[in-house]
């Protein structure tokens, strides 16, 4: 089906014009029923017909994993020569390009935005570093017919870009919450480039230091 781009309203448009619609999008997408979801699946499907190796990667992955947030787009990593396949088949068939920047597609039903990484770029400020991001057909792994980055490798591109980049710094923090949330082993580190290990311990250290209360607690006792 051939899809226009003039007048496609994006999902990130939609969820600040209706605050309703947003509720209820917030509410299914821990249901796993969202259009982020079901735009999740649908660029998965194609991506397998066109026998492209893929990972998913960001917030989606994030989920996956299980730090559950809402999230508004779809991180995607391939490779250089197979994003050229993905717009030669793709384009113009239930997705479209709003602009230039190529490494991006909107589905067309609901407009999600689809955004791709290649093999090879460095995450965080972009510079050369000893983490790049890996071809997905060596570290990803099934779940429920998506394939998602492996967690070492997820965690070892968030802290680089977190180190790297100060604007990123959120991506360190999902690391953080990451070892809470899963209460990941110190030894979880042998799995990283040595790069980010240090970074590692340090969160690690932090996530494992008990809560401590306010000076009232004791009359809570």
């Known amino acids: 089906m051939q899809v ?4 496609l309203v994006t999902y990130e448009q939609r969820l600040d014009a209706d605050s309703r619609w947003a ?3 917030g509410s299914r997408h ?3 029923d969202s259009a ?3 735009a999740l699946r649908n660029i998965a499907h194609r991506l397998k017909e066109l026998d492209i190796p893929y990972a998913v990667v960001g917030g989606m992955a994030l989920f996956r994993y299980g730090l559950r ?3 508004e787009d779809v991180d995607i990593l391939v490779t250089r020569a197979d994003l050229v396949t993905i717009h030669d088949k793709l384009e113009g068939v239930d997705y479209v390009v709003r602009h230039k920047y190529k490494k991006q597609l909107r589905e067309s039903e609901y407009g999600v935005r689809i955004d791709f990484v290649l093999t090879g770029e460095f995450p965080g400020d972009g510079k050369p570093k000893p983490v790049a991001f890996p071809d997905p057909r060596n570290t990803s792994a099934e779940f429920n017919g998506v394939r998602y980055l492996t967690l070492p490798k997820l965690v070892e591109m968030k802290l680089a870009s977190g180190m790297t980049n100060r604007d990123r710094m959120k991506d ?3 690391v953080l919450e990451l070892l809470k949330v899963l209460k990941l082993p110190r030894e ?3 799995e990283l480039d040595p790069f980010v290990g240090a970074k590692f311990d340090e969160l690690w250290t932090i996530a494992d230091q008990p809560i401590r209360g306010g000076p009232d607690d004791e009359f809570l006792n």
């Open 4 to 7: 226009p781009t003039a007048g």
């Open 23 to 25: 509720l209820i999008q």
């Open 30 to 32: 821990f249901e796993e």
């Open 36 to 38: 982020v979801f079901r």
């Open 69 to 71: 947030r809402f999230t």
């Open 172 to 174: 360190t923090v999902d």
């Open 188 to 190: 979880f580190v042998r």
